[in-house]
């Protein structure tokens, strides 16, 4: 009598707000399609990396964990380069637990200082073998003006410099262990910036937004003088844009919006892909077979997409490698 009576009222509550469960339901199909849709690109690519080595940097959060999370499924030696040896370690202890293997280390790298970045890559030719994809990740946005510890700006300094001298003093080992690759984790943020070369620190008139903008269409074009200059060696080298992602990057662009801004941002958090989505472009640039050989280009959701205009401007390539040099004291 009583599951008679349960199942009345259901039907009836059913009959009285079918209209409203059906805008539901269709509503509820709908977030998950937009998400879904906004989720981007896969990596289908099934490429073990036994006896190989990889170095992420930023790999003990975000979309960094997430790629060596993968490239230690795949076999690979998997070095993280971080600044927080505490969360480094916790990182590598999730990663050895959950791919199963135990070739997983630590290495301290602060991009915002010169002699870490130095003193990380003298490590690795000390004591590895061979490097054969180097990911550089690790980055920061929207800050305030800060400086490094050399005083460059810090968004230049950390996202664009520290990774240059890194790949420049790893780059002999990298030749070493050819066929391999360097990945540079850029934005859609670059199709926005401008290199300030009568200001590159940006001390006359600071914008974090265009900070950062400048940063990542450094990335862009660092990568397309590299491919120039690595030509014929074996090692080729591309930029990404990552996607739109929920993890630790935005603090500080969320710390300083206003109100309103938030309450919008809340609304779509659902909507942004999670780290392991914003992963997938990295680990296909990284392994997929298809890119054996390829070099130069600029990815998104897994597939080249053209750069911006002045992401293609080999002049300015040219003269940003000459300036970022110079300012690393690299010859």
């Known amino acids: 009598m009583q599951n008679y009576f349960q199942e009345g009222t259901l039907r009836q509550f059913v009959e009285v707000h079918s209209t409203g469960i059906a805008v539901a339901i269709v509503a509820g199909a709908g977030v998950v399609a937009v998400r879904r849709w906004l989720g981007g690109g896969l ?8 006896g190989k080595t990889v170095m992420v940097t930023g790999a003990n959060t975000g979309i960094g964990k997430e790629t060596a999370l993968d490239m230690a499924n795949r076999g690979a030696r998997v070095i993280l380069a971080c600044r927080d040896q505490t969360r480094a370690s916790k990182a590598a202890d999730d990663i ?10 630590v290495k301290t790298l602060d991009l915002a200082s010169l002699q870490s970045v130095r003193d990380l890559a003298k490590d690795i030719q000390e004591t590895e073998d061979r ?18 510890e050399d005083g460059f700006e ?13 790949t420049n003093c790893l780059l002999d080992l990298l030749k070493k262990s050819t066929p391999s690759r360097i990945v540079n984790v ?12 009568d200001d590159i620190n940006m001390d006359k008139d600071y914008d974090p937004y265009n900070s950062y903008r400048q940063s990542k269409l450094a990335n862009v074009l660092f ?9 014929g060696t074996g090692v080729t080298v591309c930029s990404l844009h990552p996607g739109v992602i929920h993890t630790e990057l935005g603090r500080h662009f969320i710390a300083g919006m206003p109100l309103w801004k938030k309450v919008i941002g809340c609304v779509l958090l659902p909507l942004l892909k999670t780290p392991w989505q914003g992963a997938q472009t990295t680990i296909y640039c990284a392994v997929d077979e298809s890119l054996e050989g390829v070099s130069g280009l600029y990815y998104s959701d897994c597939a080249p997409k053209e750069a911006a205009p002045q992401g293609r401007d080999d002049a300015a390539a040219k003269r940003l490698w000459d300036v970022s040099a110079a300012m690393v004291g690299q010859e």
Do not use: Y
């Not at 050895?96 to 280390?105: A, E, I, L, M, T």
């Not at 810090?154 to 890194?166: A, D």
């Open 43 to 50: 990596c289908r690519s099934r490429a073990r990396l036994d």
């Open 96 to 105: 050895r637990q959950r791919s199963g293997n135990g070739n997983v280390v």
């Open 131 to 148: 490097l054969d994809i180097l990911i550089n990740n690790a980055g920061i946005m929207g800050c305030p003006k800060w400086q490094t």
């Open 154 to 166: 810090m968004q230049f300094g950390v996202n664009h410099l520290g990774h240059f001298l890194l």
């Open 186 to 197: 850029s934005s859609l943020a670059h199709e926005k910036g401008k290199i300030n070369f």
């Open 223 to 231: 990568t397309r003088e590299l491919a120039t200059r690595l030509q």
